[in-house]
């Protein structure tokens, strides 16, 4: 009977620590995109776009930190006039979107709305946009 008892708290035991993890979890704050930079950001933070609305612009600009999750409102962050993605807040930014009827000029490039912009992380990169609207 002893034995039955040891193994049945035991059982019990390592049942419960299993669950640690999912319930620390489940309980952990939710934190803006930005506030969790990638892990080449960190070390590397070079290696992470950027993007500056040109002061030429007459808007706004609406930045993305994960461009997988795009058209998800929480990822999106306003890059004022003549400020860069980074002086805001956004260590990695993903992309823009262009809205209906607004043009995006970035370098050579011209891109019309509605679409969103995806910009890479290259060495350094500054993605400089003037947004008209």
Same mark, same amino acid.
């Given at each position: 009977?002893?034995? &039955?008892? @040891?193994?049945?708290?035991?059982?019990?035991?390592?049942?419960? &620590?299993?669950? &640690?993890?999912?319930?620390? +979890?489940?309980?952990?704050?939710?934190?803006?995109?930005?506030?969790?930079?990638?892990?080449?950001?960190?070390?590397? *933070?070079? =290696?992470?776009? =950027?993007?500056?609305? #040109?002061?030429?612009?007459? +808007?706004? #600009? %609406?930045?993305?930190?994960? !461009? *997988?999750?795009?058209?998800?409102?929480?990822?999106?962050?306003?890059? *004022? %006039?003549?400020?860069?993605?980074?002086?805001?807040?956004? #260590?990695?930014?993903? /992309?823009?979107?262009?809205? %209906?009827?607004?043009?995006?000029?970035?370098?050579? =490039?011209?891109? @019309? /709305?509605?679409?969103?912009?995806?910009?890479?992380? &290259?060495?350094?990169?500054? !993605?400089?946009?003037?947004? %008209?609207?």
């Amino acid at each position: 009977m002893n034995t &039955l008892r @040891k193994v049945t708290v035991g059982a019990t035991a390592a049942i419960a &620590l299993a669950a &640690l993890p999912a319930i620390a +979890q489940a309980t952990e704050p939710h934190r803006a995109p930005e506030a969790q930079p990638m892990d080449e950001c960190k070390v590397k *933070p070079w =290696f992470c776009g =950027f993007i500056r609305n #040109l002061p030429s612009s007459n +808007q706004a #600009l %609406r930045v993305t930190t994960d !461009w *997988p999750r795009r058209n998800n409102p929480s990822t999106w962050v306003s890059v *004022p %006039r003549g400020k860069n993605s980074r002086e805001v807040g956004v #260590l990695d930014a993903d /992309g823009y979107w262009v809205a %209906r009827g607004c043009t995006a000029y970035q370098g050579i =490039f011209t891109y @019309k /709305g509605p679409q969103w912009v995806q910009v890479h992380d &290259l060495p350094s990169a500054e !993605w400089q946009v003037k947004y %008209r609207c």
